[in-house]
């Protein structure tokens, strides 16, 4: 039934580094972690690690640093059982990064935090001091070694967290999500980093491409149990196997690598068929009618050093779907902020424009009637003990009758494919589940214009697939705010791209995925992704004609 | 509420002071070692639910929360609030730094008293835990308020004034207190039960 | 109210006015500066990112005043025992010496005056309401003067509880100025290290620092959340429903800080944590640094004795 691909147990005369024997892990409450894990890894193995969300891969992971201590079979580091008694050496040679970088960043300076490891090593204050100055000039931090982490950015948090796991020399470096939320120039001083590591590297990450680049082996994950161990090519040339652990990415390959081809768009008036390829359609002609919104010269700065945006122009049509692109701290949140009336300019520095008729300052706060946003990690800011009502909650803001409260519940949850998820508690629900619960928590307001930031951050591929067409089906304008070539192609007719707090460039999607200047103006490489689709689409033998 | 500086006689401050100090030491050496960063993390949050003020009528009041924290932390509830109360003292001056002492027993003892309450009362059901949840929430605001009182009238007659002015005006936060302490608590056992009643450093049996 | 032996002045309406705004002066005078400093800095637009490439001795300023250059141990132990005996001060004229003493600590140290005029303006419920409160339900002793207020003859306004009060809020206001030059004038961890010096656990100086950093964070989930529920139409309101809602919300920050608890402490683990933060390397102690602690016990002692041998009566 099930193609299985596991490599025998090897006794290679190379030494092991770590060898795993029938590895068990249930968790106290009895949810099961690891079934039975037969895994070795040898040294200067790159490893991705992939497979769906719950298969396994974090209590994995656990395990080789002494986080988790095995229940049930054998755990060892070259050759030595893992014991409570050996972990603290072990630790001090296995590093792991785990997702958010708030969590290792627990001192109050960057200096602190880089040295902690160093210091626990036992090194000398000299060549602790050397470590820090030298991981923290390679990740570009040096200028604020002695900034508070609170006053970083997230790029800057998660630069500063890999920064204080190599500073500790590790022999094995274990990666979880790395690149999660990262803008194409941060990703590339991740992958230059990783790539100079000589060590044994295990990634855990949902971007099967930046794998790609970075891993030589592929162990896939199910269920608690080694499904595949075979080389990364192996994986990516069998889409069968990808689909089974929902790792299909390969919905993705209709996107990039080729070259646009101009009748694929055309104008309506009237939406009278679909397409295969949605957002094909351009808005040419319907810039006749008056845009929903519009920002005239509109400005934002923050109270403190953060840059805001200058100078913006900007119209909204009914039925846009737009995509706001840019490097990280672009402007770009900074400007959705600014569409939903969150950030109001000084003074009378620009017009917001709703439906033609410019907004008075009272009216600011009227606007989220209008507008509705999803927030980057909107699945982290949900706050009620069931669906239910954490979609309920805009309509009863509204002031509306039970009866309609409950239908729009019903068509929001229907909506975003989580009908009979009422009374679930959305803090059990998974990340792709609770993004969708707070796109239905945002659509049951009914709003003209929905703004998602980063929609597609650390969600699995299935999921991802999901959300795609739950966006494609929305007949709304929408912004999409996001570093993912992949949904701007999809779903985005026209792209808007912001640099340094100004929108350099606005125009139709294909002229931005045929802009080769873009990335020497603000650093977005999105061709070396563009390239490892390539390979892989070989590697599949695909044919998109 | 909290004692500025200068308020009481320097015997009482210095006096609860010391009594602090104690309760503080005896706190770290029965805690696991282990479990004191957790406890750091979670003090945070309650810094942070401290400072969001709640509308209330014309004006707003702010969560004292030493119910909530005794229910949630158990016996660890007054080391969370020692370092809490310190931090508030340092950043905004909520609170003189001579009086931590006496602010640290006002909020510390009532915490692990509502502490201990909550546990023995709370039963299994969804609405007892609400109820007593919104009880030891209430009757912490109750005891932060009488010893308050209590450590204003240690400065003579002149005080008694201000001491009755103080129990009064902590009326108001002592409802919105209970009531936000039942919601709290009714939250969580639906959402994570496993919180209530499970205290960071091992069950004791 | 028998107040038949005491001195009794009855006041009228224009003369109570002037009493009241005389005693709220300072607080006054506090707030207005405070936002005049507030406005300043928002009107000057970006400031200038300081440099964050070297060690900084405190966010908020960096400086070579002599309590910057003072070993936090020692710096610590004086001031605390400054503070201890200020609040022991009971004339009027001491405690208003020894506010003059702060402010000019604070000039000292070369620092803004924001933060510590900020600290003032946190006093001003607490001491307002005093000032209020205690001169009017002070018992009248005899032989003593008390003003009757219009409208208040049952309350005589009575002037020793009046110079208790505006004691107390000197003395209040003196310690919260020491406050800056005390503590912010180090590193935090520094700051916390001379406590650590000074006898306090080591494991509790750890727990303060990651208590610190994590409010940071907290601060900004919390900050999400409450943005989150206002793009959805919430407004706070005297209501049921608003409190039900800010319980939930409350509920999610708690839930949310003990699931992140674990993670830090196994990203800590995974780091060699074994118990306690490697030490940082320490300030040595200097001569100096004992000199600047006489002096400034010195200058206690002064006022201490000051208090008690001089007792200047100003009212």
Redesign the interface.
Known sequence: MHHMAVRPPVDDERTTLFSLRQLAYTYPDGTPGLRSIDLDIFPGDRVALVGQNGSGKSTLIRHLNGLFLAQAGRCSYQGELITEAMVQGLRQKVGILFQDPDDHLFCNTLYDDVAFGPRNQGRRPEEVERLVHHWLGEVELDQVMYKPAHHLSYGQKKRAALAAILAMEPEVLILDEPTANLDPRQEAVFRRLLEQFTGALIAIDHDLLFLYGLCERAVVLAQGQVHHDYSFQQLAAEPQALCEHGLDFTFRFTCCGQHYHHDQYHHHHHGTHEHEVAGAHLHGESQQTDPIIELQHYWYSYPDTTPGVSNINLSLFPGDTLALIGENGAGKSTLAHCLLGLHRPEKNEGFYLLEGRPLARQDYRQLWRRVGMVFQNAADQLFSPSCREEVAFGPEQLGLSKTEVRRRVEQALELVGLSGYAKRPPLHMSGGERKRLAIAATLSLEPEVLILDEPTASLDPRSEELLLQILADLPITKILVTHDLFFVRQLCARTVVLHQGRIIRDYATHEFLADEHLQVVNGLDYTYKNSCYQEIQALQGISLR | MHIADGVLPTAVAAGSYIVTLAGLGLSLRTLDQRELPKIAVVSSSFFVASLIHLPLGPTSVHLLLPGLVGALLGPTAFLSIVVGLFLQSLLFQFGGLTALGANSLMMGLPALVCGFLYRRLRGTSKKSNALVGSLVSGLGVLLAALILAFFLATGGESFMGVAKIALVAHIPVMVVEALVGGFVISFLYQVKPELLGVTLARENV | MNFDQAHVIVLNGVQTMSLFSCLFLPFFCALVAWLLKAEES?SA???T?PD?????LD?HGQGSSLFHTWAPSIKIATL?IA??V???LHTLAW?LTALFCCALCVELTGMSWTRPL???A??GG??G??VV??P????VQSGETVLVLPGLPEWPYSL??AH?AL??????M???LL?EPM?ATS???QTLQGFTDLGL?A??N?????????????????R??Q????????????N???????????????????E??????????????????????RQKITNMDLVKGVLFIMIAAILLAGDRLLPLILF
């Open positions: 928002t637009g970006q400031k990112e964050w490439s070297s060690p900084v966010r605390l503070a201890f200020i609040v022991s405690a900020r600290r003032l946190a006093l607490f001491l309401m005093l409160i205690v009017l339900t002070s018992p020793a509880g208790l004691t107390i809020v000197c003395k209040a003196a310690v919260a406050m503590l590193s935090l961890p656990p494991s509790l750890q727990m303060i620092l990651l208590c610190h950093r994590y409010i940071f964070v907290f601060q900004e989930e919390m999400r959340m943005r989150s529920m206002r793009v959805r139409g919430f407004v706070p309101r005297t049921i429903a608003t409190l039900r809602t800010m319980g939930s919300g409350f509920g999610m920050l708690f839930i949310r800080s003990f992140r608890t674990e993670r830090v402490y196994e990203a800590m683990l995974s780091r060699g944590y074994q118990g306690s933060f490697p030490a940082e390397v």
